[in-house]
């Protein structure tokens, strides 16, 4: 079998391999595929013919360490994948990123505050050229020594704490006080919350632009009628069919974001079908398909793609300050910036 044949049946060939196929030693072989020119012709072309045959690949990665340069990549690093809003935030970070030729891997912590600091210390190792992150908790003093470390950092949904970055934030607290208010001019005075663990951002920030649209209408918080902690919609469910139970349930119940959404949808459903009372439903994140979902549900929409974007936008200005060649010494930036993408309000009929 020769060596053709034996990488086209899953091998990866090396530096060493092309050498040898080319019958020359594996330095003379590294200084053709850096393109120096005193390499003398008919071998740069040996050696070029058997990179092709054996489809050899330089390793980008080691090239780069060797090089004093980054990797080519970007870290973007969030809380949970299976929420679709991750998947758009993503598809808005990468379509930036790309126009300077970088990738973007993506990595999930699962709300895990260990998971992070573990996954930001490897993205460093692997020397990213910049992180773009949803922080799991208040403590990021990970994401504050990845920055001390040259790596420049861009929090999204969330904002810095304890050092400072750039960060593109939604308006949590106008988008639930409207969506709040929306129930109110219904009628509603008891309404129910469910949102996500208190030590997200975006959780404490939408329960209180909740509780400022209740108080703006001479309402007062029921804490019997708040659940926090649920980031499935299972936990949702769960947590809305306890309050739909109690002796004087919630008319109506505001959601956090779209996990919660949809697992009350379910709590409701549940008890239309077996002849209950009638609830209304708010909230935070429009999602695929609730247009479908059969009842009236007024949702709190934004552009999550343009999230990404901002984000991403945020972190070029930041790798152009970059000195060249040199992934950790770079000259000084602009001032951390903090933008704030504006929140609607849309309606869907029952």
Do not use: W
């Amino acid at each position: 079998m020769d060596g053709t044949e034996r990488y086209r049946k899953g091998g990866q060939p090396t530096l060493r391999d092309v050498a040898e196929h080319a019958g020359v030693s594996a330095m003379t072989a590294s200084r053709v595929l850096r393109d120096d020119p005193q390499v003398l012709p008919a071998t740069r072309e040996r050696v070029r013919a058997a990179a092709t045959a054996l489809g050899y690949r330089p390793n980008a990665a080691a090239r780069s360490l060797r090089l004093g340069r980054g990797s080519g990549l970007v870290g973007l690093v969030v809380t949970n994948l299976a929420n679709p809003f991750y998947s758009r935030l993503a598809l808005g970070v990468d379509s930036v990123v790309v126009q300077d030729g970088l990738k973007t891997v993506i990595g999930n912590t699962g709300q895990d505050p260990d998971a992070e600091r573990e996954l930001v210390a490897d993205l460093v190792a692997r020397r990213v050229d910049g992180i773009i992150a949803v922080p799991a908790g208040a403590d990021q003093r990970h994401l504050a020594a990845a920055v001390a470390e040259g790596v420049p950092v861009v929090l999204a949904s969330r904002p810095p704490e304890g050092f400072a970055a750039d960060c593109v934030l939604v308006d949590d607290f106008g988008g639930a006080h409207d969506a709040t208010a929306r129930l109110v001019e219904r009628g509603h005075r008891r309404i129910g919350f469910l949102g996500s663990p208190p030590a997200v951002h975006t959780g404490t920030e939408r329960l209180r632009g909740y509780a400022a649209a209740l108080s703006a209408a001479g309402l007062a918080v029921d804490d019997r009628l708040v659940r926090q902690g649920q980031t499935e919609p299972h936990e949702a469910t769960r947590a809305a069919t306890d309050l739909l139970a109690l002796p004087d349930p919630p008319t109506a119940l505001f959601c956090s974001n779209n996990r919660n959404t949809i697992g009350a949808f379910r709590a409701i459903r549940a008890l239309r079908s077996c002849g209950g009372a009638d609830v209304a439903l708010a909230g935070f994140d429009d999602f695929e398909l609730a247009d479908a979902l059969g009842m009236p549900l007024t949702l709190v929409a934004y552009d999550s793609d343009e999230l990404g974007r901002a984000a991403a936008r945020l972190l070029a200005t930041r790798l152009r300050t970059a000195e060249p060649g040199a992934a950790t010494s770079r000259r000084p930036g602009p001032p951390p910036r903090q933008i704030v993408v504006p929140t609607s309000l849309v309606e869907y009929g029952g």
